[in-house]
């Protein structure tokens, strides 16, 4: 009995890690673009690629731009949301690009950026420890939250 019992939770944990990863796999929608952002690729993912450190990220339109380092400046324009789809920043909003080094932000930007050339679209989805962890941002950011980002790299400097 006892090893029939091992076998059946054995079952059931194999079952239970087969339907985690099909979550991963799984169609996640497109983002509502922004008013004034710029067009996405007919055939962008319609999945999420995670990342060693736990980044989400996927491209939104391709570009054959070259691709920042940590160290250099970019101009980009961005829409950042919470879970809950609150917008908590956007620089399509205020109606300007924005320019910082990367290695001046937090550390989802600075990986996830490296990812996308100039010219193209990257979302971002970021974990907390990538994010603002504990600390929160501000009244807009929670603590510990999950952050989500359209980001358009305009220019590398």
Same mark, same amino acid.
């Given at each position: 009995m006892r090893q029939r019992m091992i076998g059946v939770v054995a079952a059931l944990s194999l079952f239970l890690a087969g339907v985690n990863?099909? !979550?991963?796999?799984?169609?996640?929608?497109?983002?509502?673009?922004?008013?004034? !952002?710029g067009k996405v690729d007919a055939d962008a993912p319609k999945s999420m690629t995670k990342t060693s450190s736990g980044l989400q990220y996927r491209i939104l339109r391709k570009s054959t731009g070259v691709k920042p380092k940590a160290t250099n400046k970019v101009e980009v324009n961005y829409h950042g949301w919470l879970d809950d789809g609150k917008v908590f920043d956007s620089s399509y909003k205020r109606g300007e690009s924005i320019s910082f080094g990367l290695n001046q932000v937090i550390p989802g930007w600075t990986e996830g950026m490296q990812l996308v050339g100039e010219g193209g679209m990257i979302e971002l989805t970021i974990p907390p420890n990538l994010g603002y962890g504990s600390r929160g941002a501000g009244r807009d950011v929670p603590p510990n939250a999950t952050l989500h980002f359209l980001v358009e790299l305009i220019k590398v400097q």
């Amino acid at each position: 009995m006892r090893q029939r019992m091992i076998g059946v939770v054995a079952a059931l944990s194999l079952f239970l890690a087969g339907v985690n990863s099909m !979550a991963d796999e799984t169609n996640v929608p497109l983002p509502q673009l922004p008013p004034g !952002a710029g067009k996405v690729d007919a055939d962008a993912p319609k999945s999420m690629t995670k990342t060693s450190s736990g980044l989400q990220y996927r491209i939104l339109r391709k570009s054959t731009g070259v691709k920042p380092k940590a160290t250099n400046k970019v101009e980009v324009n961005y829409h950042g949301w919470l879970d809950d789809g609150k917008v908590f920043d956007s620089s399509y909003k205020r109606g300007e690009s924005i320019s910082f080094g990367l290695n001046q932000v937090i550390p989802g930007w600075t990986e996830g950026m490296q990812l996308v050339g100039e010219g193209g679209m990257i979302e971002l989805t970021i974990p907390p420890n990538l994010g603002y962890g504990s600390r929160g941002a501000g009244r807009d950011v929670p603590p510990n939250a999950t952050l989500h980002f359209l980001v358009e790299l305009i220019k590398v400097q």
